[in-house]
């Protein structure tokens, strides 16, 4: 049987340094800036970027996008995306 969306979360949390969640939720602003900057996405220092501009970023750097654009990236990482992250992460 293949992952669910909530294992595919819980292995890239995990990945990246951030705790396992029991509860099904999407990305905290924290654990997309960690995914960031695991995925060599530059956010500047300071106070983070919108939780839509650091998706679109991600989304750029595992080959999802082929830019940042984000009224393209949409909202919560679908399934296939949370694989292609998952992948990236596991290189």
Do not use: H
């Not at 750097?61 to 995306?81: H, I, M, N, S, Y």
């Amino acid at each position: 049987m293949g992952k669910t969306v909530d294992d595919l979360r819980n292995e890239i949390r995990e990945a990246v340094g951030r705790y396992e969640r029991v509860e099904s939720t999407a990305f905290t602003k924290e654990a997309l800036a960690a995914i960031c900057e695991a995925v060599e996405y530059d956010i500047e220092a300071g106070s983070l970027p919108s939780k839509s501009r650091m998706r679109a970023g991600i989304r750029r750097q595992v080959g999802e996008l082929p830019e940042d654009d984000t009224d393209r990236a949409g909202t919560a990482f679908r399934k296939a995306e949370l694989e292609a992250i998952a992948a990236a992460l596991a290189e």
